[in-house]
């Protein structure tokens, strides 16, 4: 007996072993031009594919979701955030959605760490000085920046990759305190002080580390308002979304002197980021890379096939969103 075997569309080019893999076991289309795919190319696609693997740069919005043809079956998506689909739409269509958690926790802790090294050591400025051949002196007090060393870190999100940043920033004898929709039990806690409420920690977050999905409770969470309760000079570290933080407040409080640098790895705008944010020196700017590692790459996309094999063998996908 022929099984036909189900059709996949992968979006993005993707690491060459989850390629490899996903056209062993599929018959795959690859898209080698790698550019976010339109909203008509998504529409067109679902009535020719059972599963599509998209990254977070294609859009399942309501309006698309609609317009689905019926074969479509599956979205196993090559990322942790699924703020790119609807889920209340797909499920409506009845179609699977899977995200690819805790294989990316340990990359994207390494970049907040960055971010918030990079922001306190004044790292944007210090690299253009040298780079552009304008280095021309040194005294005690040239380039002092914040140092973390034993300072308290706020952390917005204690899932998996806040407790991972948790651990690794208790290297620098860090104090972390966290906010979460729920109390973590004490060994994942790990002595973390859990403030019940958001105003609480960020009084106390000399460096604020946001690690939340972004969802319409979410979005614009750090505003003109929270980002006015911080203790002064603190520092902003974002690699979870850009719609969390509005920009334009995050610009005045950085103008005016409430925070002292921003590290980001997601803006409002992606991709491009903001143009204002420029001739801040104060703000170190990553292209959205948080999960951007060559093993990370290979475990999203095995993760995503993962959820992909469990469901054409009629298993439940071990990352099941809806
Ligand atoms: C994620 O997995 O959500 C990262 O932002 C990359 O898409």
């Known amino acids: 007996m022929i099984h036909k075997r189900p059709v996949l569309w992968i979006t993005r080019k993707l690491s060459d072993k989850t390629e490899a893999r996903a056209v062993r076991d599929y018959d795959t289309i690859l898209e080698p031009e790698d550019m976010p795919a339109s909203k008509e190319r998504i529409i067109e696609m679902s009535f020719k594919v059972d599963a599509i693997l998209p990254c977070h740069s294609e859009i399942f919005s309501r309006e698309v979701v609609d317009q689905f043809g019926d074969r479509l079956k599956i979205i196993a998506n090559h990322s942790v955030g699924v703020d790119h689909c609807d889920l209340e739409a ?3 269509r009845g ?13 994207t802790a390494e970049i907040a760490i960055l971010l918030m090294l990079g922001a306190a050591r004044r790292a944007v400025e210090g690299d253009t000085l040298v780079r552009t051949g304008q280095w021309n002196s040194w005294s005690p007090s040239f380039m002092v920046g914040h140092q973390v060393t034993g300072k308290r870190l706020g952390i917005v999100g204690m899932g998996r990759v806040g407790q991972v940043v948790a651990k690794r920033a208790a290297g620098f004898d860090m104090q972390i305190h966290y906010h979460n929709r729920r109390r973590l039990d004490p060994e994942l806690e790990r002595g973390a002080v859990y ?3 958001l105003d609480s920690l960020l009084k106390v977050a000399d460096v604020l580390s946001l690690h939340c ?10 505003s003109q308002r929270t980002l006015s309760l911080l203790p002064d000079n603190a520092i902003l570290v974002n690699c979870a979304r850009g719609a969390l933080v509005d920009e334009s407040a995050l610009l005045e409080a950085l103008d005016g002197a409430k925070l002292a640098a921003a590290g ?8 491009g980021g903001n143009r204002k944010f420029s001739n801040h020196q104060n703000i170190f700017m990553l292209p959205h890379i948080g999960s951007a ?5 290979d475990a999203m996309g095995f993760r995503a096939l993962d959820n992909l094999d469990a469901f054409f063998r009629q298993d439940e996908p071990g990352d099941r969103l809806v």
């Open 213 to 222: 999905p972004a969802t319409p409770q979410t979005n614009g969470l750090m």
């Open 293 to 297: 590692t060559f093993e990370t790459r």
């Open 264 to 271: 980001l790895d997601c803006f409002e705008i992606e991709p």
């Open 90 to 92: 797909l499920a409506k």
């Open 195 to 197: 403030h019940e409420t």
């Open 95 to 107: 179609i699977v959605v899977t995200n690819t958690p805790d294989v990316l926790s340990d990359a």
